[in-house]
Structure formats: C-alpha cells, structure tokens
C-alpha cells in the first residue's frame, strides 16, 4: 500500500468512528493501522484498528470495516505455551457477519471475496447487530465482513500477538506493507 492509501483509508476510518460515536485523540486518528493484508485489495479484504491498549494480560481496540470488507479466515494459536487469544466482539456501528466453526448457515449473508473463495472453511453465521456482542474461545477458526453500510466493532481481548496469526489463506501477511 502507498502512505496516500493508507491516510484516505485512515480518514475514511476516522468518519465511520464518528458515526459510530466514538472519540478519538488525535494521537488515535493519527494511528488508525491499515491492514490489507498483502493483497493489495483494500476495499474487499481488509481492516482498520484502533488499539487503545495492548499489554500482556488484555487488549481493547476499535475494527472498522468498509462496506462488504471483510477481515479474512484466521485463528489465534498458542504462542509461548500461552493459550491463544480469546476475543469478545461487540457491534457498535453497521452490522458484521461473523462465521465461526459450526453447523453451516444456508444462504449466508456474507460472500468470501472473488477468487478466495477456498480460504473460506467455516460457515456458521453469527449476526451482530450494534450491541449485539460475541466471545470467540483461543484457537478458533473465524472470519467476518461488514455489511451494505460498514461497520464499527470493539473488541476487548487477551493479549494480542498479531504476527502470530494464522491465516487459512497462505497469500496473507499480517502486517502491512507500507510505501
């Protein structure tokens, strides 16, 4: 991604946010992370955060997610004999369709972005809707996309290890690539 990228996404975020009725200091808009995830697709599969905290016992950040983004298949593994992390999210903004392992959901309402559609496993749908809220356990297979509006979600964690990630799609790096 190139840095103008990154600041219109940031920018973009920031309007969500305040939909959303969130505050930020301008130290947080100024951080807003943009992850695109190596694909260079940031408008199909990608994620905005905002982490206010992240120390070794807990984690709190904000999710923006575009209209129909969607954060790709992944898991949280042990790291260090540690469990992975266990994650609660809440709705705030928008509506987010969250696929965890399960029963499969006919006729989701989320669609895996085009050509990707094989690094996504697990389809039993989770609506969340603003207040609505759900805690995934460690090491759980998941995946989530906005709906038609966009979305904002919070999500209060166990210690995120990000680059520890891992992703059913072998194309995915975590960590943005920044030009």
Request: glycine share 6%; net charge negative.
């Amino acid at each position: 991604m190139k840095e103008s990228d990154v600041a219109r996404a940031r920018a973009r975020a920031k309007e969500y946010l305040d939909r959303a009725g969130i505050v930020l200091t301008p130290q947080e808009a100024a951080n807003i992370e943009v992850a695109d995830f190596g694909l260079g697709n940031l408008e199909q599969t990608g994620l905005e955060i905002v982490v206010y905290v992240n120390t070794d016992r807990v984690c709190a950040k904000e999710l923006v997610l575009f209209p129909r983004q969607t954060c790709p298949e992944h898991r949280h593994p042990t790291v260090a004999g540690e469990p992975g992390k266990e994650e609660t999210f809440r709705c705030r903004w928008g509506r987010v369709f969250l696929y965890v392992p399960g029963e499969r959901t006919p006729n989701p309402a989320a669609k895996p972005p085009a050509g990707r559609e094989r690094y996504y496993t697990v389809w039993h749908e989770v609506v969340l809707n603003p207040g609505d809220q759900y805690t995934l356990p460690p090491n759980t297979l998941h995946w989530f996309q906005a709906g038609d509006e966009g979305a904002v979600v919070s999500e209060f964690s166990t210690t995120s290890r990000d680059e520890s990630d891992i992703f059913t799609d072998p194309d995915i790096r975590r960590i943005p690539n920044i030009s």
